[in-house]
């Protein structure tokens, strides 16, 4: 799995940090001015649960080597944005697969899995040479198919998804995984504004 980010909001003024740009927002409101320590500030206004300031910043996340089960839960997150690898339009003759681990430490299970995905994948094929198109060729392939996705969220819905999805142990463990670094990632880029979160994860630990 790699998890990058390739876009954050960059503010025009002052160092250019997406939490200057959130600090400007929230001292609007107040008529207050910067001290120059957008941290203190934006962490009593998360804490206070004045969010909607943090919906100015955004991040952009471009997600490979997942399965289709794991994008499926992730596309459920409404406030997003999202651009996906196609199954309509590429061709997928030889796929790759996320296998869980439970399955990877079976050698019985493995043997199970690679008759599964090898008959799956040649019958892909054949579909394929008989002209049928990848759009219907596609009904074929397993929700273990590796794919690729970019994300957008606001900073207001990355930290949703990650209490949803990070911080709730009820969450499966591939969207955890990928919840887990976008909060360490989202951290050191904005630290103010998801600290709170952070501590929260290690109090689990
Ligand atoms: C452990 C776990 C198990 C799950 N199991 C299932 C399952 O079995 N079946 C299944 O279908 N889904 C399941 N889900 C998905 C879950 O129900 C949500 O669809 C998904 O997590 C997206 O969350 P969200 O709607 O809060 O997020 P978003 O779509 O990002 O929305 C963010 C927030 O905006 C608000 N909002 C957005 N749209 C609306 C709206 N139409 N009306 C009111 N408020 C809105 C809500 O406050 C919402 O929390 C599961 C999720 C988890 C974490």
């Not at 998360?46 to 300031?53: I, K, Y």
């Not at 493995?110 to 054949?126: D, P």
């Not at 596609?138 to 990070?166: D, G």
């Amino acid at each position: 799995m790699q998890v990058e980010l390739i876009a954050i909001t960059r503010y025009l003024r002052g160092n250019g940090t997406p939490e200057e740009l959130l600090e400007h927002a929230g001292r609007v409101c107040y008529r207050s001015e910067s001290r120059g320590e957008p941290g203190r500030f934006l962490m009593a206004r998360v804490r206070e649960g004045h969010e909607s300031l943090i919906e100015h910043a955004s991040a952009t996340f471009e997600i490979s080597g997942v399965s289709r089960a794991c994008t499926h839960q992730l596309v459920r997150h409404r406030i997003a944005s999202y651009s996906q690898e196609s199954q309509r339009y590429v061709d997928l003759s030889n796929p790759e697969y996320v296998i869980p681990p439970s399955v990877a430490n079976d050698p019985e299970a493995m043997q199970v899995w690679r008759e599964a995905t090898e008959g799956l994948a040649e019958a892909y094929r054949r579909l394929r040479e008989r002209g049928i198109f990848k759009e219907d060729a596609r009904f074929l392939l397993p929700n273990a198919t590796a794919t690729r996705i970019v994300v957008t969220m606001n900073f207001r819905s990355w930290r949703h998804f990650i209490k949803e999805r990070a911080l709730n142990r009820a969450a499966q463990w591939e969207i955890r995984e990928v919840a887990n670094r976008i909060l360490d990632i989202l951290y050191e880029q904005a630290p103010s504004v998801f600290e709170d979160l952070i501590r929260e994860r290690a109090a689990q630990s």
